[in-house]
C-alpha cells in the first residue's frame, strides 16, 4: 500500500497486512505529521463466488467461452473501466516523428540544391579553365616544335609531329595551316569515333579545311566549340613563329564530359552520400526515441490515471522539457488523489 504524507508528500509502502486492527498510526520523518492508515476491508465471497476446483468450473462449464462470458458479467463497474485503458483511441494529428523526418529532408534538399548550384555555376566554369590551358599547352607545345622544321619546309618532321599530336590523351586532331589557308598536316585520333559520312570524306579527300575553318578566333584568342562529324570538340588556335600559319588542336568534349560524371559518380562520391543519408536516419531514429518514448509512456501513465489509477508514479525521464512535464503531471495526479481523499473523508 502507498502511503502519503499530506503535508510534504513524502511518500511510504506499508505492508497491510501487518496492521493490527482496522486503523494504523504513525509519525511522517521528513515533518513529523502524524498519519493515520486504515486497514482496506477484506471482500468475502458469497457461495456463488467461492474458488471452486479445476474439475468443478469444467463440469459446470465445459464451453470455455460459457465461462469467460460469465465471469466478464460479474466484473465490477471499476475493473471494467479500467480495462478499456488498453482500448484508448489515439489522437489525431501529425505525428512527431514525421515532422522530424520532414525536417531532415528539407536540409537534404537544401543541401542538395546548394551543391547542384555550386555545380551549375562553379564547377563548368573550372573545367572550362583547365580544359583552355591544357589546349593552349597542348598547341603552344606543337607549334613550338614544327617552327624550325616547317621553316626548313621539312613536311615529313612536320607530319610526324601533327600525328604525334593527335595521339595525345582527349585530343581529337591536330593540324597545320600555311599562310595561303592550306593544310599541309592533318591527323584524326580515331576517325572511327565520327560518324559514316564524314569518315569517308576524310578518307577519300584527306583532312577538311573546313572543320577548321569553323573556328572564328585568332591565335590566343581562347577556344571555340565546334561540331565535327557528330562530335562536339574544343578548338584551339595558335600562331606558328616567323612563318604566318598556325596550327589548330581539337579536344573532345564527351572526354571531359566523362570526366565530369565520373568524378560525380565515382565510388568515393557515392560512399559519402550513402554515409550522409544512413547517419541521417540514425539521428531521426535516436531523436525519435528520446522523445516519443517518454511521451507514449506519459500518455499511458495520464490515461491510466484519468481512469481512477491514482496511486500510480510519474518517473520523469528524456529531454528536460519531457522531464518537466513528467513532474508537472506528477504534482498534479498528487493534488487530485489529496482532492479525492479528503473528500472520501
Given at each position: 500500500m502507498l502511503v502519503i504524507c499530506e503535508d510534504c508528500a513524502?511518500?511510504?509502502?506499508?505492508?497491510?497486512?501487518?496492521?493490527?486492527?482496522?486503523?494504523?498510526?504513525?509519525?511522517?520523518?521528513g515533518c513529523g505529521h502524524i498519519i493515520i492508515v486504515e486497514k482496506p476491508p477484506v471482500e468475502v465471497l458469497s457461495s456463488d463466488e467461492k474458488v471452486l476446483p479445476d474439475e468443478a468450473i469444467i463440469a459446470r462449464y465445459p464451453d470455455e467461452n460459457q465461462l469467460e462470458e460469465e465471469q466478464q458479467s460479474k466484473v465490477p463497474p471499476s475493473t471494467n473501466v479500467a480495462k478499456e485503458k488498453y482500448f484508448v483511441p489515439k489522437g489525431k494529428g501529425v505525428p512527431i516523428r514525421s515532422y522530424i523526418f520532414l525536417t531532415m529532408i528539407m536540409g537534404f534538399a537544401v543541401i542538395s540544391a546548394a551543391f547542384f548550384y555550386l555545380y551549375i555555376n562553379y564547377i563548368p566554369q573550372i573545367i572550362n579553365n583547365q580544359i583552355e590551358l591544357r589546349t593552349s599547352s597542348i598547341t603552344e607545345s606543337f607549334s613550338g616544335v614544327i617552327t624550325k622544321p616547317l621553316l626548313l619546309r621539312n613536311y615529313l618532321q612536320v607530319n610526324k609531329e601533327a600525328q604525334r599530336t593527335s595521339k595525345l590523351p582527349g585530343v581529337a586532331y591536330a593540324a597545320v595551316v600555311n599562310k595561303k589557308g592550306i593544310v599541309i598536316a592533318g591527323f584524326f585520333s580515331d576517325i572511327t569515333r565520327f560518324d559514316r559520312e564524314f569518315e569517308t570524306q576524310v578518307k577519300e579527300k584527306g583532312f577538311p579545311v573546313s572543320v577548321l575553318a569553323q573556328?572564328?578566333?585568332?591565335?590566343?584568342?581562347g577556344y571555340s566549340r565546334i561540331t565535327v562529324g557528330g562530335q562536339v570538340i574544343f578548338d584551339t588556335v595558335a600562331a606558328i613563329p616567323d612563318s604566318g600559319g598556325e596550327v589548330h588542336v581539337g579536344i573532345y568534349v564527351s572526354e571531359v564530359d566523362n570526366a565530369i560524371s565520373?568524378?560525380?559518380?565515382?565510388?568515393?562520391?557515392?560512399?559519402?552520400?550513402?554515409?550522409?543519408?544512413?547517419?541521417?536516419?540514425?539521428?531521426l531514429y535516436l531523436l525519435t526515441r528520446m522523445i516519443?518514448?517518454?511521451?507514449?509512456?506519459?500518455?499511458?501513465?495520464?490515461?491510466?490515471?484519468s481512469l481512477g489509477e491514482l496511486d500510480l508514479v510519474i518517473t520523469p525521464s528524456g529531454p528536460r522539457e519531457m522531464r518537466e512535464l513528467a513532474t508537472a503531471f506528477e504534482r498534479m495526479r498528487y493534488s487530485i488523489k489529496a482532492a479525492v481523499d479528503r473528500l472520501g473523508k
Open positions: 513524502k511518500k511510504y509502502y506499508i505492508d497491510e497486512t501487518r496492521i493490527k486492527g482496522d486503523k494504523a498510526k504513525f509519525t511522517c520523518n573556328n572564328k578566333l585568332g591565335a590566343g584568342d565520373n568524378a560525380l559518380l565515382s565510388p568515393v562520391t557515392i560512399s559519402v552520400l550513402c554515409s550522409i543519408l544512413l547517419v541521417g536516419l540514425l539521428i516519443t518514448k517518454p511521451m507514449h509512456q506519459l500518455t499511458d501513465v495520464a490515461n491510466r490515471i
